[in-house]
């Protein structure tokens, strides 16, 4: 992580350093991160709507979902539910722009303006299918997945999924993996360095544990909108190491691309303000968010669960010593750790994915260029363009 940020171009790079220490001193969730979030006493003091603006493989994802929520549901009563969210593909993630086809970046600066403009009170000349929720469905830019998904659709709320568990299965009661810190598994996707970036050559590291669905069928499709879910069973004989999932779509050509991945450091499983350690012998259930998103695994697909103990450099190297980050002997020596990963009727290791059983019926396509564009007769394409360019530079993390 540290890698990662100090290879950015930043406007104030001078305080970097004094953030990272800032951050380091508070690896714990304590009282000082209050002020970098939302809590019910801000959003009841919320009195007017606004237009958000998230994407399924930006880094500040799941904070754009939690405010909006919050602005919907806790703010001025006289307000509640009148503020909008459009989801794009890539968000802050320019370089995925150009994987999906279906006027992702055209289309999402199309309904940012036309959110922004209902919000603030410019009323469309007509009333669109542009809705409260709008968002892109993607899939894979194979044919397949061009057929199955990569469009965009627009809803009142977001659908309701069916939450389906899908269980690890493997010989024996456990599978395990040996994690060396020296050697981490180098992260390429998801959101640092953000995309659909290809997981092949990772996952076929010898400390990476892989599970994976029937290949589907010619007529099937897999058809997931909402929040992913892991809830693992596992065990270490380090005092401490992490637990990394990961969800990819895996293509006919071998291309295994990453959907979404998080992690759980297990020195703060507890929440706590002071790290518990692990126990050798012990197994442990530790429960995971890997956030939100819209996907069709297209015909001639499966989907892939990578667990791992590294993911470099969204997250820091665990060298599974237990020191802290702000321990003056830190980084300390490099301990290699026997991680387990359960799959037993007494350890059901799942990840719990959000199934929408009717794509056509939940998630409609909407051409949201021609619905803003009838809406407000002054957005025109040209202007789309350059407004694109605009909020390109806003979002850009050039390095």
């Given amino acids: 992580t540290v890698d990662w940020l100090t290879d950015l171009s930043m406007p104030n790079p001078d305080v970097l350093y004094d953030n990272l220490d800032t951050v380091a001193e508070n690896e714990a969730h304590t009282d ?68 999906f086809t279906g006027n992702a970046v055209l289309g999402r600066t199309a309904v940012v303006l036309a959110q922004m403009f209902e919000v603030y009170g410019i009323r469309p000349v007509s009333r669109s299918q542009i809705k409260d929720v709008t968002f892109y469905v993607m899939s894979s830019n194979d044919t397949a997945g061009l057929a199955a998904g990569q469009y965009w659709t627009s809803l009142d709320d977001f659908p309701k999924a069916k939450m389906t568990d899908y269980y690890f299965n493997g010989a024996g009661s456990g599978t395990t993996l040996f994690t060396n810190p020296p050697s981490p598994e180098d992260r390429i996707g998801g959101s640092i360095p953000c995309g659909p970036l290809d997981q092949a050559e990772q996952d076929a590291r010898s400390d990476v544990l892989t599970f994976q669905t029937n290949t589907l069928g010619e007529d099937e499709e897999l058809v997931l909108s909402g929040g992913l879910f892991a809830n ?168």
């Fill in 32 to 99: 000082w991160w209050a002020g970098l979030e939302l809590n019910d006493a801000d959003y009841a003091k919320i009195n007017y709507p606004t237009a958000f603006w998230a994407g399924w493989y930006d880094i500040f994802q799941l904070g754009t979902f939690q405010a909006y929520e919050g602005y919907n549901t806790q703010s001025n009563p006289a307000v509640r539910g009148n503020s909008k969210i459009t989801v794009d593909a890539a968000g802050h993630c320019l370089e995925a722009g150009a994987f």
């Fill in 232 to 399: 693992l069973f596992v065990s270490s004989d380090a005092i401490d190491t992490d637990f990394m999932v990961k969800i990819s779509d895996v293509y006919p050509t071998g291309e295994v691309r990453i959907l979404e991945d998080n992690a759980v450091r297990m020195r703060w499983r507890e929440n706590t303000l002071t790290p518990v350690y692990m126990e050798s012998g012990t197994v442990y259930n530790i429960e995971m968010n890997l956030w939100n998103t819209s996907y069709v695994v297209a015909p001639g697909h499966a989907l892939r669960v990578s667990v791992s103990s590294s993911n470099n450099p969204r997250f820091s190297v665990n060298y599974q010593n237990g020191l802290v980050l702000n321990d003056p002997a830190y980084p300390g020596e490099n301990v290699t750790a026997t991680n387990t990963i359960y799959h037993s009727a007494q350890y059901p290791s799942k990840v719990t994915l959000p199934i929408i059983e009717n794509k056509n019926a939940q998630l409609p396509q909407v051409h949201v260029l021609k619905e803003v564009m009838a809406a407000y007769p002054s957005i025109t394409e040209d202007l789309l363009q350059k407004f694109s360019v605009a909020l390109d530079k806003m979002a850009s993390r050039k390095r």
